[in-house]
């Protein structure tokens, strides 16, 4: 059985940082797109970063570009997110996903993504 499990949310301040840590377990994704995913209360869900199966392509969402960082360790089959200099706005619940065709870029599209987390709260208090 196919697991993400996401860690690491929590309150933190707005300035600050956290790192969250998506560990896919039940099958290996070393060669497989990763993305990080998030849905604020009465919003829908959108993307906030993807990175390739190979970690050299990283794509992110305008308003985390610079602030955020997306990579991976295929050794741990995990993906991280660190998330620096945090806005009230980044409040979300945030979602590891992955794609189950190989040798992708990441995209940008939750439909492209066949398995999803149970998600962990982030909240930037202001």
């Known amino acids: 059985q196919v697991q993400l499990v996401e860690s690491g949310g929590g309150l933190v301040q707005a300035g600050g940082s956290l790192r969250l840590s998506c560990a896919a377990s039940?099958?290996?994704?070393?060669?497989?797109?990763m993305g990080w995913f998030r849905q604020a209360p009465g919003k829908e869900r959108e993307f906030v970063a993807a990175?390739?199966?190979?970690?050299?392509?990283?794509v992110y969402t305008d308003s985390v570009k610079g602030r955020f960082t997306i990579s991976r360790d295929n050794a741990k089959n995990t993906v991280y997110l660190q998330m620096n200099s945090l806005k009230p706005e980044d409040t979300a619940v945030y979602y590891c996903a992955a794609d189950a065709s190989t040798w992708r870029r990441g995209s940008i599209f939750g439909h492209e993504y066949d398995y999803w987390g149970q998600g962990t709260q982030v909240t930037v208090s202001s």
């Open positions: 039940g099958r290996t994704f070393s060669r497989n797109a």
């Open positions: 990175i390739s199966w190979s970690g050299g392509s990283t």
